[in-house]
């Protein structure tokens, strides 16, 4: 019998006896599975489901027992709704768990169990969470013991199934073992069969074999021998010629691939020596494996293998990473060189560290914070430096640290004069005087604009502060030479030192220059080049505040309200008109004058919108007066400005219904002062519209004159400044010269603030026929005006018609002198 026969016969045994092993293996594994899966679907599912339910219900015991321990006054409540929310989402949850335990078959005592849990919980669902405290633990508790018996039942299923399952798994074992033994002594037997037979062919088979590839090798004896031996032989003689085959190609090909490592080696030597970064790898002993140009030119040329310690002398380098770990520093070379270096920890417990030369990038970096933190004209320190070092010196010693802020009067003149080439000279100029004057004593700084700031650290008192303040406005007074340019400033101290007015018990940089710009503020209305802060300024600001808002809310509440003054026309003996004033109607400081809030409304942003109330107050009331009467309205700069103020006046007049001409306009020079060209333009338009003209307070400006021929005025108001005393000889001949002007521009003339007998009888001795005053009426509502006309005609029929003209000539006689 051939070996191949014999193999055959001794496989298919050997199949035989496989497959009934595996067939008996089969039923085994089956059996068991089905009853894993019993055990799964009636034991283990239901139990976790449940134990999931007791979990659930032990939450709630537990916040219910937290309650009442943490509260015990309320352990016999209601529940609250969060708290009721919870345990309705419980309840939902736990019946969840056991519909998802009742879905499989269970046993007869698992499914009584899982009936009387529904049932308790059907019970308490039942209440929608609206119970005591009290009831929910007793429910809670009664639920946890049905819970606990459920699990106990299951369980107990679980071990019976688990019993059974091992019984069967035990019996399987010992017949697959006995299976087993049997196929593997057959095999047995026939292996040492086939042994005898084909060990004489492999024997030599094997001495073949081991020349193979040799240069031993002699093509075999085959023969006699058998064919499985021949057709053996023969594929080792093909075997051996393949493998000299091979080894030449293998040859050819190990030089090809150690020419191209080796131009790879010089691609990538390249690559790392025109790197900009230095690099170096070092192996688990931190030894140098290879390092590029870059590196070298940093620390020199290192032999491969030395140890890193020798080359670098920040320890930090070298200190062992994690595979794959990276890691950033800065280091220094003994050069000098700053050094960022960055790590990367390598599998062998090696290092690939890099570094990148930024000794120039941190120069770039620390001009960039200067600039940052420096003024670019005069290059000191700017405004949020200035903060900084403010807030330090505070936090060192809160209680004696002293700003000052400088502020230039009128620098924008110098702008405007003489170009801001030579303005941006004079603030390096002030600068440059401000360090030399305080030295190193002092922190200057440019705060923006024309606003440079001082930091005094150290106590100082009132006395030393003025001091000091009188030195730097004497050193900023004297002229500056500025491009063959002697020009001069005139320099304004603001000063606040941290002790006075604190906030909230604490100061800080920001809260000390709202004081300093305070104290400018105040001098400057005050005239002073100094000032040194005090808490009232800061209480007036406050109250300003408060005026500011309630003068806003007085404009929406109707608190404005008009008076009116009477303008007498002494040549007729009679009232020609009222001049409309506005008054404030304040809740707690009653009648305010138009002084006190004018001024803010302008600096606010009101005034166009009061200033429309008042044309249209002004005109609505005079159209009810007799016809013979006009009504005179004060018109601020700032409402020349308004782009509406032509069609505000055209709206007034248009539902009033007042003839143009009984409205009068009062504007004071201030109002050509600028865009004088655009404003000569909208008082043109009134005029064509048939309205009065007047100027006010002539007489008290600069260029009253110049104003006056530029625009022809139907009337010229004499400021009462000059009326009031005109027994002085300046007072006399100012009036004396402002009615002559008048007459010569056929203007008409009218003096206010007439006070008294003597004054009215010398303005109408000088010709001045138009008065308003004090004398003849205060300004009263619109309520008034009647019982007004009639007391003034009643004086007029009194003690007015009999005026001492002789006196009256003789008092402008010796005024004249």
Partial sequence: MSIVLRLVLTCCIFVVLTIAVAVLSLRTQTAALDLSVQTHDSAVVPLDRLLAARERVNVLETKLQTIRELAPAEAGGRLSDSEAGDLRQAIEFIRADIDIAQMVPLPQSTANAMGNLRYQLSRLAQTDGVVSQRFARSELASLSKELEDAIATTQSSLHM??????????????????????????????????????????????????????????????????SETRAMLQCFSAINAQVVSMAATLSNRSNSLAGQLEAKQDHLSAALDNMTQGLCMLDGKKNLVMANEVFASYFGHQPIGTPARKFLSDPRIYAPLAPNETAAMQTETERGEVMAVRRHGMSD???????????????????????????????LPNRYRFVEEVDRALS??????????????????????????????????????????????????????????????????????????????????????IEGRRIAVAPL?????????????????????????????????????????????????????????????????????????PLVDAGRCAVSGF?????????????????????????????????????QTACREAASWSSDLSVSVNMSPIQFGSATLLQDLDRALAESGL?????????????????GDRTIGMLRAMRERGLTLSMDDFGTGYSSLGYISRFPFDKIKIDQSFVRDLRRPENIAIVRSIISLSRALNMNVLAEGIETREQMDILINEGCTDMQGYFFAKPRPATDIAGVVAEIDARWSADLSMPSARAGRAIARNGSK
Avoid at 593 to 599: A, L, N, Q
Wanted: net charge negative; hydrophobic share 45%.
């Fill in 349 to 379: 417990r090696g290092l690939l560290v890099t570094f990148d030369d930024v000794t120039e990038r941190q120069k770039i970096a620390r001009e960039l914070e200067h600039i940052a933190a420096h003024d670019g004209l005069t290059d």
């Fill in 493 to 565: 101290f603001g000063l606040a030192h941290s002790s006075i007015a604190r906030r909230d018990g604490k100061e800080d940089a920001d809260f000390l220059l709202q004081n300093c710009d305070l104290a400018i503020d105040e001098a400057k209305r005050t005239g002073q080049s100094a000032l040194i802060f005090t808490p009232v300024l800061r209480e007036r600001q406050r109250e300003r505040r408060e005026m500011e808002f309630d003068l806003r809310q007085a404009v929406r509440n109707g608190e404005l309200v008009l008076h009116y003054q």
């Fill in 579 to 615: 001049e409309a004033l506005m008054r404030w109607e304040h809740p707690t400081r009653g009648f305010l004058s138009p002084s006190v809030f004018i001024p803010l409304a302008e600096e606010i942003g009101i005034i166009e919108e009061m200033g429309a109330w008042t044309l």
């Fill in 161 to 226: 199934l688990k019993t059974q399952a091992q019984e069967k798994a035990q019996t399987g074992f010992w017949m697959i073992g006995t299976l087993v033994a049997v196929s593997l002594a057959a095999f047995a037997a026939a292996t040492l069969l086939l042994a005898r037979s084909i060990l004489k062919a492999l024997s030599d088979a094997e001495k073949v074999a081991a020349n193979i590839g040799s240069d031993e090798w002699s093509e075999p004896e085959t023969q006699g021998a058998p």
């Fill in 396 to 481: 060192k010693r809160a209680d004696d640290v002293t700003l000052f802020v400088l502020d230039l009067r009128n620098f924008k003149s110098i702008n405007d004069t003489y170009g801001h080439a030579i303005g941006d000279g004079i603030l390096v100029a002030v600068g440059a005087r401000l360090r030399a004057e305080t030295g190193k004593k002092a922190f200057v700084a440019r705060l923006g604009g024309d606003e440079f700031g001082l930091l005094l650290p150290g106590p100082q008192d009132a006395m030393r502060l003025r001091t000091i303040s009188d030195q730097l406005i004497g050193a900023l007074s004297e002229p500056f030479d």
């Fill in 659 to 675: 003839d143009p001409k009984r409205l009068q306009i009062e504007v004071t020079e201030s109002v050509l002062m600028h865009e």
